[in-house]
């Protein structure tokens, strides 16, 4: 007698092949997706969004293109996931990452099929993994003792982020300006204090770094518009009506003469208040809410520079550029420390009017402009940008470096090769199989950019059974070149944590084999 | 019938609308039953052993779990059936219970309803197999303390202790770095284990996760973790020789729970009340500066005033802690929670040697680390990983392996893993089914039977000849008369469990066969299964 329904209606069960096959084909198809996008010449993507306005995204990033994917399939599930920590954790190489994972879960249907058993290609993957990593170790370069070579380092492994996205074309010139940026941070990942300005309109080449804060806000009527020795306050305090915060307190009068005493009070209250904060000194201050009209008259009397409503962000930044502290309270103005910058001016980019504080005491944060065409190329040179900052933030902490343009996969290929060979049992298969997803990495690249993978794969492979090859692919000839020479360096992190994470995700989808989707949570149908 | 009469003939209705219910009696209905249960073992027979596979689901809202935890498989699956969800109520009541071996339970659980199918179609009656079950168990128990060994260990000597959490982890996608993962566990337990009282609070050890890293990352903070930051960007983010108060009420005015109105009439009563409100905030933070607290931890959140004030005094501040981690936070520092200002002294601020903010990755995770703390009895596993859903596994699998620590601490007898413990139980308990007169005797057969299915669910999860293997063992165990003799899942050689240090806790293997016993029991004496039918 058949089982009864196990499970509820539209719950799908999947078991031991049909199972695997569609983790496989989830999982190939979305490194499918995302595999065009690999690499110097690799293409873009447009995202339309199906909220309303139907947002266009254009973009070349590989975690902002799966974050923005509805998947059904669960195996795919967890490429988008391994794609969104990488982007957290280094920043770039999540195109990569996905691609890896596919790989190797494509190499690994074919073991499938060949009846070997998954556990026994997990154990043969871990082995080739362990070993690749010691490869990549033995090869890595580290600078660190040299400034000056650790700087060429960071500005190589800048223009080699970039050159796979839209700033490919100034990348020189970003590069520059990402690694002037980090090396501020004075080996800090806090990211947050390199703050990114996007402005539409001319080109891309016209953005500029700049030492000092900029704020996008305009300054009040009336108030002085460059102030030199700025001295300023930074608050988080209400300057639109100071509410009495004692719980259940209300005003109730009985004739129209006390409200207007009380609303005097009110006004006396607001007044003593910027005296306050008038007492501490300062020419400028600036707040993170809303500055009403009357406290800004007030200021503007006293000839005060008031800026209101700046964000948390910029509220922070700015205590954070000008060295003073946020204060909310205004009884002890000895004791506060205010900020100071050297000059304060209202700029113009393009259109707007922005407030620029320069000469600050801390030197750490800056500000970036972007400038560009269009919000998409805006939108997408920041992103680019992003990931340019963030390999070069980690890559201060972690100094290690290995050249790029598929040399890494070539080195790891040789020395996984040679474990196979060393390797008794169906294991071996396994890792020659990891081998062979390594380089569809660099054939990736290739075929991208148009070239004949196969050649430049085959001549790259015997180059490197050289001691000491340095060879890599060169995308812009199309030949097989030396990557010192053409300078193009990768960070170590970035490539171990691709290296990794692709594995283990590997490794975990290849380990199921049931799937079991539970009937969706049913809506309510508000049509 | 579910027509009765009354005494002039008439029929009247004892279940109402019965058109609209199935129903099912007798042998179908137990078939019906047997076969539900069975569907459930077979989903997770794959996932026994450490060569078991994973399986995948996906909730209602699409999120993706991976996992090889029978517990967590079952909970997830979201069964309709009435049997089904027995299994899953036994699953997990071995998880409640033990926190391990809940995928053999079902396994042993499905193998008992298989045989017991097999009895009910020669014609024995399902409460002469529930009895010969009950008594069968018996043997097989009593059978676990003969075989079981004890082990000493103390706080020096772990080895034996991480070796059996090694067991547990070895099913787990975890198994890489099983070494490393069972060290923690079991450091871990040691720590917060009352050894005299033989007891572990699990509470007091908090397993925390975050993307990002390898798994080999993972380490054991002596100390507490909290996913929060500093509640004004410019507080000092390192505290040494921290001195907290950890306090429930927060920076703001009070908020009586009577009802009450303030009225404000004139202009007077507007000023003194605007003094007051600044006093408040004044005092509130002087009283945490008298006492000496150098670090606030604050269940509630902070008014704008209130935080420039502490940030001004130099008093870093952390708000909105959950009441748990302030609990654990409490007792590792040794303070106490103090719910209002005026009742904060010196007595009852906490203690850490170092209380730290790190931040994580590109992003803007920041935790918060409270170590060296003056009672070291919380101590926080910290889990990184490649994705989230490793994660999450690895936590299931961090917990699994605390609970056979705490198993162990509670009673240190163990049994020789792999199968072993099945196999020479299923020996002991056929021999003893000869001596039972009466139908009995069959269901205990049965029974014997039943305890080879985990044996052969191993060999068959490890690419081997699931009767061959099992035979050879068998004989093996009898012939050596060695009951450490089981399954040789990772190929390394020998059969003997002892050489290979794989071992379980008696505790949870008894546990096992007995709630298993249990719910096939259940089972099998339900004769009448009666379901609103569908629409």
């Known amino acids: ?527 | 019938m579910a027509l009765a009469f009354d005494e002039f003939g008439r029929p009247f209705i004892i279940i109402k609308e019965q058109e609209q219910k199935t129903r099912l009696r007798g042998l179908d209905a137990q078939k019906s039953n047997i076969s539900a249960g069975k569907a459930v073992a077979r989903i997770l027979r794959t996932s026994l052993g450490p060569k078991g596979m994973d399986k995948m689901l996906q909730s209602p809202d699409g999120d993706v779990t991976i996992t090889n935890d029978g517990a967590t498989i079952l909970e997830q699956m979201d069964v309709d059936n009435q049997i089904a969800k027995l299994m899953v109520e036994l699953s997990r009541s071995q998880d409640y219970e033990i926190g391990d071996g809940t995928t053999g339970v079902v396994v042993m659980a499905g193998a008992l309803l298989d045989q017991a199918e097999k009895l009910l179609e020669r014609g024995i009656h399902p409460i002469r197999v529930a009895e010969g079950y009950e008594m069968a168990s018996r043997i097989a128990v009593d059978h676990l303390e003969c075989i079981a060994n004890k082990f000493e260990f103390g706080a020096a000597d772990i080895e034996p202790l991480v070796q059996t959490c090694m067991t547990t982890l070895s099913s787990k996608i975890v198994n890489r770095c099983k070494r490393s993962l069972a060290e923690i566990a079991v450091k871990a337990v040691l720590a917060v284990a009352d050894l005299e009282r033989k007891d572990v609070n699990l509470d007091l050890i908090k397993v925390e996760g975050k993307v990002g890293g390898k798994l080999e990352d993972t380490e054991l903070i002596y100390g507490i973790i909290v996913e929060k930051d500093m509640s004004h960007p410019q507080m000092p983010k390192q505290i040494e020789d921290a001195k907290i108060a950890i306090l429930t009420c927060p920076f703001e005015p009070p908020k009586p729970k009577t009802k009450h109105k303030v009225d404000i009439d004139t202009v007077e009563k507007f000023q003194t009340l605007r003094l007051q409100e600044q006093k408040y905030f004044d005092d509130m933070v002087q009283k945490c500066k008298d006492v000496g607290a150098t670090l606030v931890i604050c269940q509630w959140g902070f008014d704008d005033e209130a935080n420039h004030l502490l940030m001004h005094r130099n008093l870093p501040a952390v708000r909105w802690v959950g009441g748990v981690e302030l609990e654990l936070i409490a007792i590792a520092t040794g303070g106490r929670i103090v719910p209002r200002f005026q009742e904060l002294t010196p007595e009852k601020l906490g203690k850490a040697g170092l209380v730290r903010e790190k931040s994580f990755g590109t992003t803007k995770d920041r935790m918060i680390y409270i170590e060296h703390c003056a009672n070291s009895r919380a101590v926080t596993i910290f889990i990184r990983g490649g994705n989230k859903m490793m994660i999450e596994e690895t936590k299931r699998s961090i917990h699994d392996a605390l609970c056979v620590a705490r198993n162990l601490i509670h009673n240190n007898s163990i049994v020789y893993g792999g199968g072993s413990a099945e196999i020479s139980c299923s020996i002991a308990v056929e021999a003893a089914a000869d001596k039972y007169p009466g139908v009995e005797q069959y269901a205990i057969r049965a029974f014997a039977d039943a305890l080879d299915a985990i044996p052969m669910a191993l060999a068959e999860n490890s690419g081997l000849q699931p009767i061959e293997t099992l035979s050879a063992v068998k004989a093996q165990q009898i012939k050596e008369n060695n009951t450490c003799c089981g399954i040789d899942c990772n190929d390394v050689g020998t059969n003997d469990m002892r050489e290979q240090d794989v071992f379980e806790t008696l505790i949870g293997k008894k546990q096992q066969i007995l709630l298993a016993t249990q719910v096939v029991k259940m089972i099998l004496k339900i004769d009448d299964v009666i379901s609103p039918s569908n629409y």
Not at chain 1, 178 to 205: F, H, W, Y
Not at chain 1, 357 to 362: H, I, L, Q, Y
């Open chain 1, 1 to 527: 007698m058949a089982a009864e329904n196990l499970f509820k209606d539209e719950a799908i069960e999947e078991k031991g092949e049909r199972a695997r096959m569609a983790s496989f084909i989830g999982a190939m198809a979305i490194a499918d997706l995302v595999k065009t996008t690999l690499g110097p010449k690799g293409m873009d993507k447009i995202l339309q969004s199906t909220g309303r306005g139907h947002s266009v995204t254009v973009t070349n990033d590989g975690a902002t293109i799966l974050k923005s994917l509805h998947i059904d399939n669960a195996a795919a599930k967890v490429l988008v996931d391994i794609s969104k920590v990488q982007d957290d954790e280094v920043g770039d190489g999540t195109t990569s990452v996905v691609v890896l994972a596919g790989e190797l879960l494509r190499e690994a249907e074919k073991l499938v099929a060949a009846k070997i058993h998954p556990m026994t290609i997990i154990s043969g993957y871990r082995m080739a993994a362990e070993c690749a990593r010691n490869a990549l170790l033995q090869k890595v370069i580290d600078n660190k003792e040299d400034a000056e070579k650790f700087k060429s380092d960071l500005m190589k492994i800048a223009m080699t982020t970039l050159s796979s996205k839209i700033l490919s074309q100034d990348k020189e010139h970003f590069a520059k300006l990402a690694v002037e940026a980090v090396m501020r941070l004075k080996g800090s990942t806090n990211l947050d204090s390199i703050q990114i300005i996007k402005k539409a309109g001319g080109s891309l080449k016209d953005s500029f770094l700049d030492e000092g804060f900029i704020l996008d806000k305009k300054i009040g009527i009336g108030q002085p518009k460059r102030i030199e020795n700025a001295k300023i306050l930074v608050a988080n305090t209400a300057m639109d009506t100071d509410k009495v915060k004692i719980y259940g307190a209300r005003v109730r009068v009985d004739s129209m003469s006390k409200v207007a005493q009380i609303e005097g009070a009110e006004k006396e209250k607001m007044r003593e208040k910027v005296q306050k904060i008038i007492g501490h000194g300062i020419n400028c201050f600036i707040n993170r809410q809303l500055i009403y009209n009357f406290p800004e008259e007030l200021f503007a009397d006293a000839g005060i520079l008031a800026i209101e409503h700046a964000d948390f962000e910029g509220i922070e930044r700015l205590a954070l550029v000008t060295g003073g502290e946020i204060a909310s309270t205004f009884d002890n103005p000895e004791t506060v420390k205010l900020g100071h910058c050297k000059l304060i001016e209202e700029i113009m980019i393009g259109e707007d009017k922005l407030i620029h504080f320069s000469g600050v005491e801390m030197g750490q944060a800056c500000t970036i402009v972007l400038r560009g065409a269009s919000f998409h190329v805006l939108d997408e040179a920041e992103r680019s940008l992003h990931d340019a900052l963030c390999v070069l933030s980690q890559t201060v902490i972690d100094s290690r470096v290995l050249f790029g343009g598929g040399w890494p996969e070539m080195v790891m290929t040789k020395e996984v090769d040679e474990l196979a060979r060393r390797t008794p049992g169906k294991k071996s298969h396994a890792i020659e199989a990891f081998s062979r997803a390594l380089q569809a990495i660099p054939t990736i690249i290739a075929d991208n950019a148009g070239l004949d993978s196969a050649e430049l794969i085959s001549q790259l492979r015997a180059d490197h059974h050289k001691e000491g090859s340095r060879a890599g692919i060169d995308v812009i000839t199309g030949s097989v070149g030396d990557m010192a020479e053409l300078g193009i360096s990768e960070s170590f992190k970035v490539k171990q944590a691709i290296l990794l994470s692709a594995t283990e995700a590997a490794e975990m989808i290849l380990r199921v084999d049931e799937i079991i989707t539970c009937a969706p949570r049913k809506r309510e149908d508000r049509m």
